[in-house]
């Protein structure tokens, strides 16, 4: 609804009324604020990501804020570790104020360092397009806007290209959306950890309003779709 529409309607409502209709905007302006709000308070250090174990692979998804994309893959069987971070820009501009402004090609990502033996590039994929996020929207995810919540999937090598362009096709095919999938499909330049205050950031600050209004339904959605993907 337009700005001058909103005030029309809003006079003509009761004070009841408009005092439910400011609340839920004031609900929903700090709500979108709130991920700005705690980068004014983090510090500057980086995070320094857990050597790989032997026999892991890792694999960079993006999908929105990584705040509920890495709470949401930490659950799962077969992850050793999730890193919140940058993908798709230069190592200069990957710092969280900067990729804030949609200038930098940066993406939020997760980096997932799993064990192909305990889950596949497609349970992976599964969970991905299925829970963490909507694929089919173009440059945000829900109340975050910008090419740096876009959709995509960074591959590190052929199999990973191969596995991603297969899983999207069959969703088409499918017809599993009603929209188009817009995720991009593109080889992985470089990842770079966001800062230290980022990581972990949903199991630290459960109960903080961003999380609780985005990210805790999708691990609610993880546990009632693919229970057994979960670690014990």
Known sequence: MHPPALVERIKRMSTKQTSLVLTAA???????????AVA???????ATPAPVPKGSEQLVLAGGCFWGMEAVFEQLKGVSSVVAGFSGGAATTAHYEMVSTGDTGHAESVQITFDPKQISLEQLFDVY???AHDPTELNYQGPDQGTQYR????YADDAQEKAALAYIKRLEDAKTFSQPIVTQVVPLKGFY???QYHQHFVQLHPDYPYVVFNDL???KHL???YPQLIKS
């Open 217 to 219: 339904p999708k691990l």
């Open 40 to 46: 004014l308070a983090g510090g500057d250090s980086m």
């Open 223 to 225: 546990r009632a779709q």
């Open 129 to 131: 397009f299925l829970v």
């Open 193 to 195: 950890p966001a800062e």
């Open 151 to 154: 959709s995509a999937i960074f």
């Open 26 to 36: 004031a609900a929903v302006a700090l709500i979108a604020f709130g991920r700005h």
